[in-house]
Nanobody, 122 residues
């Protein structure tokens, strides 16, 4: 069974940086896209950044120019480098893997990690 394991969250002051990582483990043939969502208390979960297996990237407007997403397809790993962090970036960050296939005959599944907390103080 494929699982997503996240790491790299924590507490930082405004203007600081954090790097989140997420690795998909298990039997994996391919993953169409990997990315990050976040959810702050009392708010809906929102897209932060996503990257396809071909390297196409999409960012939320609020993080463009500050966050960078990269992916290692061979290791089924995605990284989110977060710079110039702001208090409004504080949230639980969830890794997602879209279109995960175990083999040629398996259907595609979408997976979520358990989340990692990011706290940015003023």
């Amino acid at each position: 069974q494929v699982q997503l394991v996240e790491s790299g969250g924590g507490a930082v002051e405004a203007g600081g940086s954090l790097r989140l990582s997420c690795t998909a483990s298990g039997r994996i043939l391919s993953i169409d896209a990997m990315g990050w969502y976040r959810q702050a208390p009392g708010k809906q979960r929102e897209l932060v950044a996503v990257i396809t297996s071909g390297g196409s990237r999409n960012y939320a407007d609020s993080v463009k120019g500050r966050f960078t997403i990269n992916r290692d397809n061979a290791k089924n790993t995605v990284h989110l480098q977060m710079n110039s962090l702001r208090p409004e970036d504080s949230a639980v960050y969830y890794c997602t893997a879209v279109g995960v296939r175990a083999d040629t005959w398996s259907p595609r599944n979408d997976l979520w990690g358990r989340g990692t907390q990011v706290a940015v103080s003023p």
